[in-house]
């Protein structure tokens, strides 16, 4: 028994939808407005372009934009992440060079093209330090029933703090160069961050969509109360997807490290809980929780890059480029709001009952 | 005669509807001066839904209503206020976060040279709260105060803030101990001295008794009759909130009450003194295959809470559970679902349906519950699992896709036994199945109940509506303030379960 | 007199508790370096946290609507960077500083607007106007831009001498602090306005339902952040004589984590602005505390404020937890 709805109805309400519109549009100018925007040349056996800018620089945004739209599809969210990521950076840098106590690392010493840590051990450990992370977020939001946004905003403030804790206060630029491999990297001609984001999004969605655990954090969205008369822990809901935000943010502090060679705690992931945030919204998660979409949420973080290179392609200074960020804001906020969607639909459905469309 | 200056309210073939429900059918109620009016009726039977086109909220498709002898259209809460309608709410619409006085006053407050003057507004304060015969301190917060001090400042408002001719008052007992009921009901009758009318809803009925002077009692949607208080006794209040006449024995009353269903059954559930304080005194049950239980009793008995208890929604303080002669210590709806215990639950709204998701999503929901994370039905079977039950309980749906709260009630109800059902549960407890349901429907649901037990499960049918506990139990057990009151097997008829709901038995 | 003290302690246990820490901390500070016991020291922490100040304040209403207020930092990078390319026009100051003013309330109005009619979550509304006003500043000019008129040097750098304090001053920046705090005061306890906005907070159905005007004090509330964050603008750009985007980041934090500290919760309807007073003293007292260490880095004072506003969250959790059960 199928809907006997008419298929631009349908396509209209999935929930892809007004994305991949809202990048088609920014596409669609680049190409009016700035035909080498497209342009993608081979160099140094890799490909090369300002679409490969996009895709590598987004990277870290979708890795956390893929945690949070759990976090917020649980009603929730973390405004941790940003600095979960530069404590994440942080563990890397220190364990490439291991700072004792207040003994300031010397030049030579930083400069040499080795590490005191394995790599592998320093993935792990990078992984671990966001893992727990999250962990203490999602144990305060489960088990101390604190408001999310209230829990959120304490790693959030003393975040930056412990990362500068761990580097001792500096920044530190990295010379290990495989470690650069993550950010910079390619395999076979495509950047390794792409590779990583696509794993961590294939993981995630089968995690969510092929065991039960998506279905669990929807309806825990959407009616606590309900959800925990038929059998489901709210708790351990809540708990898992604050652990796994972290662990993606971890991921993403990586790359974001591995790519500008350095862990500053002041500076890494600055602004990326907002980011991810808004990719979250534009890809259409409702911010009370509810029904989500990993891919939309990537989609949003594509959005907001292709926006700010298109900014960069058209000459615009980096600084200059927030108030552009906010009008998008806007728009998506009038896009989605309550108002828009029924006007819109009433212009749209009369279109289509003028065309005689049974329903 | 009726000298229409006595009434100061008259509502007239009032009718309300909702999508798929008549909540109101041409009902009729009016209301004198200094007059205690009790409105009762079971959940569902359209108390809320009149009290709601009174104050505004609502606005009726038909009917009239005649206020203070002029016809009036009242279009908003704020304008009923203004008009003379006051309304004291269960949950106290007050903010505990500032005085006891500033609640009284706020938007009103006193000022001197452009700022509030508090000395002023806490003797006017004090003045409105002495009209009650209230005495505290109005400086505190109100959230220092109990539930029933904070009734009596709302009371307190509604009074102080326009010179109201009507005070409803929606279940203001609920949480107040005897001595706060008592002292409600000596304002009441002050109030009533000074030829103000107060609509008093509450399910109560020894409350009813104790104050009013009349009573109106509504049933699906329907009036059924107003009556002075004191030519009414009791028991025939309980038959006509049934639906019963207690002179009618002819209808179906003698149902399947065989008392061999101990005999041969397997036993599957034992509860002894399971009680939890302030919920539900220790009682006893024990359920057996193939047979359906019936709970019955008023609102406010206790139905709901002795649900809760054996499901594992809350946990007892006293006494213990045994599931196929195992004892329980864990409480939860987790455990009793592994344990093939299922509660469809009373408030679908609240505590059942998932309303973004879809009936597939919705019906499965318990059963991948209890197989946990990991073990995921395929969407193939799922599938098959919904459209099993959306034939099989007759839900109307183009499919299986559908969201669920784009259902009708009836719909929504069957969803939610549908998502029990596919647990295949041993012992299946329903809390009001067939509330907001249609004739037809609340038919076949019985009927289900039925062969559901046949099958050899142990249902337990917890109904308001005595007849189809009476057509679809084997045996009944008799709920009263919060107490088992009775258990009855064999032959027993409807009469003898009014009289036990009533106290008298 | 001893049964109005119990009470009274209950209900301001949270801003009681901030109080105490003030002290607390000061005098450990004092302790452990002598040359904090100087009044001059007391007095430096309302040179310094001037602007900090004004934000939460401004910031103190919106949080007990149960509201959140992102863009103040925005706003003040903003008036900064305006005031100083006005400035450099050679407008006069006396027109430039009521035009930001001026400013900041458009901005608050908006915002409230926004989140009033269109229903959108503060938090996301005042994001917006966090990255648009920083966005502003940035489109004015990409560098600090130097202040250089007279009168705003004249404010910056004329000391105004404490009276009883011998060789005490504060700048007169400093002094509006206070000034709003006496307002905001008055508008708290002794208007119609404010014991509407402590309603809303506590429940804003209940609110409605008798019958205030929610919408209108909500709107009211977001134009006063607004407000605030253009005068703190102001007091920035005179003390550091520039205006820059970057200026005051992550001041939103600082602010909402010193509303937190002073008692207020973030679920509305409790606290008020004499607490935010302390949380903002505390917050300059810690900064005092590590400048007199001089070895410890300034990203001490993120992880101890950030510590410090999980100790208060959890002290009002237990206050909370306990009124609802009583």
């Given amino acids: ?107 030579d010493i930083l400069t040499k093209d080795a590490t005191n840590t394995p790599l592998w051990i320093i993935v792990l450990a990078d992984l671990l330090a966001g893992t727990l992370c999250g962990l203490w977020n999602g144990w305060l939001v489960s088990r101390g029933k604190i408001q999310p946004m209230v829990a959120t905003l304490i790693l959030m403030v003393a975040g ?103 862990a500053d705690g002041n500076n890494n992931g600055l602004n990326y809980e907002l980011d991810a945030i808004l990719a979250v919204v534009i890809g259409g998660t409702l911010m009370t929780g509810g029904r989500f979409s990993l891919f939309a949420s990537v989609i949003g973080a594509l959005i907001i890059w292709t926006f700010t290179i298109t900014m960069y392609t058209f000459g615009v200074p980096a600084n200059a480029l927030l108030a552009g960020r906010a009008v998008l804001v806007l728009v998506v906020i009038l896009l989605y709001s309550d108002y828009a969607r029924r006007f819109l639909n009433k212009i749209l459905d009369r279109k289509g009952s003028q065309h005689g469309t049974a329903n | 005669m009726i000298n229409t200056k006595d009434f100061v309210l008259t509502m007239n073939g009032i009718s309300k509807t909702f999508p798929g429900v008549n909540a109101l059918e041409n009902v009729e109620f009016s209301l004198k001066r200094g007059e205690i009016h009790a409105l009762i009726g079971e959940n569902g039977a359209g108390k809320s839904t009149l009290i709601k086109v009174l104050t505004g909220v609502e606005h009726p498709e038909a009917g009239s209503i005649e206020f203070d002898g002029k016809t009036v259209e009242v279009k908003s809460p704020q304008h009923a206020q203004e008009i003379g309608i006051s309304t004291v709410y269960q949950e106290v619409n007050l903010c505990t976060n500032i005085s006891v006085a500033e609640n009284i006053m706020l938007g009103h407050e006193p000022h001197r040279f452009g700022s509030i003057d508090w000395k002023q507004l806490n003797a006017y304060a004090r003045t409105a709260l002495q009209r009650l015969s209230v005495e505290i301190d109005v400086s505190q917060p109100l959230g220092n105060y109990s539930i029933a001090i904070q009734q009596m400042v709302a009371i307190a408002r509604s009074l102080e803030i326009t010179s109201a001719k009507i005070l409803i008052l929606d279940e203001p007992t609920s949480s107040l101990d005897v001595t706060e009921a008592n002292r409600l009901f000596d304002l009441m009758q002050k109030l009533k001295g000074e030829g103000i009318g107060i609509i008093f809803i509450t399910h109560f009925l020894d409350q009813v008794y104790q104050v009013s002077d009349r009573i109106t009692v509504l049933r699906n949607g329907k009036l059924v009759g107003t009556y002075a208080t004191a030519s009414l006794p009791r028991i025939e209040l309980i038959a006509k909130m049934l639906g019963r006449s207690i002179t009618d024995l002819d209808e179906v009353s003698k149902a399947k009450f065989t008392g061999e269903h101990k005999e041969g059954k397997k036993r599957l559930l034992e509860a002894r003194g399971l009680g939890r304080a302030g919920s539900l005194e220790p009682f006893d049950i024990e359920l057996y295959a193939n047979e359906v239980v019936g709970i019955a009793g008023l609102l406010g008995s206790g139905r709901t809470e002795m649900a809760n208890l054996i499901f ?13 002669d195992r004892k329980v210590n864990h409480f939860s709806p987790l455990e009793s679902l592994k344990n093939g215990i299922a509660l469809c639950p009373e408030d679908r709204k609240a505590e059942g349906v998932v309303g973004e998701l879809t009936i597939r999503e919705n019906i499965i929901l318990a059963l991948q519950a209890r197989f946990g994370w990991f073990k995921f039905l395929q969407t193939q079977k799922q599938y098959e699992i919904a459209e099993k039950y959306i034939r099989l309980l007759g839900i109307s749906t183009p499919s299986p896709d559908q969201l669920v709260k784009n259902l009708s009630g009836g719909n929504q109800q069957k969803v939610i036994l549908a998502r029990w059902l596919a647990t295949n549960p041993q012992v299946l407890i329903l809390d009001e199945p067939t509330r907001g349901i249609d004739v037809g429907a609340k038919a076949e649901i019985q009927k289900l109940v039925l062969d559901l037990a046949e099958e050899g499960k142990s249902c337990v049918f917890i109904s308001s509506e005595l007849e189809e506990v009476l057509r679809t139990s084997h045996r009944v ?12 097997s064999g032959d027993v008829n409807d009469q003898t379960i009014i009289q036990t709901m009533a106290g008298n038995l | ?212 005007p929610v919408g209108r004090t909500k709107i009211i509330v977001y134009t006063f952040s607004g407000f605030c964050s253009a005068l703190a603008g102001i007091v920035w750009s005179v003390s550091l004589l520039s205006g820059y985007g970057g200026y005051a980041p992550g001041m939103e934090l600082d602010a909402i984590a010193s509303v937190v500290i002073g008692g207020t919760l973030l679920t509305g309807g409790v606290g008020n602005v004499i607490g935010t007073l302390f949380g903002v003293l505390i917050n300059g007292t810690i900064i005092s505390i590590l400048q007199f260490n001089g070895t410890l880095s300034s990203w001490w004072t993120r992880i101890g404020v950030g510590v410090l506003t999980l100790i208060f969250i959890g002290i009002q959790s237990l206050f909370y937890m306990r009124k609802k059960h009583s």
Avoid at chain 1, 182 to 194: E, Q, R, Y
Avoid at chain 1, 198 to 210: N, Q, S
């Fill in chain 2, 477 to 488: 057990i008799v709920l009263r303030d919060h107490k088992k009151a009775a258990e009855y």
């Fill in chain 3, 1 to 212: 007199m001893a049964q109005r003290i119990k009470p009274f302690l209950v209900s301001n246990g949270p801003m009681l508790t901030t109080i105490a820490i003030f002290i607390l901390v000061y005098i450990m500070g004092g302790r452990l370096y002598p040359a904090m016991q100087k009044p001059q020291v007391f007095f430096n922490l309302f040179i310094n946290t001037a602007s900090l100040m004004i934000v939460s304040i401004g910031m103190t209403f919106v949080i007990i609507t149960k509201g959140i207020d992102l863009s103040v930092a925005g706003m003040i990078a903003l008036t900064s960077a305006a005031s100083a390319s006005l400035l450099a026009k050679d407008v006069n100051p006396l027109v430039v500083m009521p035009l930001m003013l001026l400013m900041g309330i458009a901005f608050g109005f908006t915002l409230g607007c926004v989140i009033h009619f269109l229903k959108v979550e503060p938090f996301i509304v005042t994001l917006m106007g966090l990255f648009f006003a920083r966005g502003m500043a940035y489109v004015i000019t990409l560098e600090a831009l130097p202040i250089q008129n007279l009168t705003y040097r004249f404010l910056a750098l004329t000391k105004v001498s404490i009276p009883f304090f011998a060789k005490a001053y504060v700048y007169i920046p400093s002094l509006i602090g206070p000034l709003l705090l006496l307002v905001v005061i008055y508008l708290s306890f002794f208007t119609r306005f404010g014991r509407t906005v402590y309603a809303i907070g506590n429940n804003e159905q209940s609110a409605r339902l008798m019958g205030l």
């Fill in chain 1, 160 to 262: 930056r703090g412990i990362a500068q804790l761990i580097t001792n206060g500096q920044i530190m630029t990295i010379y290990y160069t495989p470690y650069f491999f993550f950010g910079n990297g390619f395999i076979l001609g495509i950047p390794v961050s792409i590779y990583i984001v696509a794993v961590v999004f294939l993981f995630a969605w089968v995690l969510v969509r092929k065991t039960s655990i998506g279905l669990f954090i929807e309806a825990v969205g959407i009616n606590a109360k309900s959800t925990y008369y038929s059998g489901i822990s709210e708790k351990n809901i809540k708990l898992f997807v604050y652990t796994f935000c972290g662990f993606c943010a971890a991921i993403a502090g990586l790359i974001l490290s591995s790519y500008v060679h350095s």
């Fill in chain 1, 1 to 107: 028994m199928k809907n006997n709805v008419p298929l631009l109805k349908r396509i209209r309400e999935n929930r892809l939808f007004w994305p991949l519109v809202a990048l088609a549009l920014i596409l669609i100018i680049d190409a009016i407005f700035a035909p080498g925007f497209f342009k993608i040349g081979i160099l140094d056996g890799h490909l090369y372009g300002n679409l490969i800018d996009v895709f590598n620089n987004s990277a870290p945004l979708m890795l956390v934009a893929i945690g949070m739209t759990l976090v917020i599809a649980t009603g929730g969210v973390d405004l941790s992440v940003g600095a979960v990521i530069a404590i994440s950076a942080a563990m890397g840098a220190v364990l490439i060079n291991p700072a004792l106590g207040n003994i300031l690392i010397t030049n």
């Fill in chain 2, 312 to 324: 594992g929604i809350d946990t007892p303080d006293k006494g213990s559970l045994t599931l196929n």
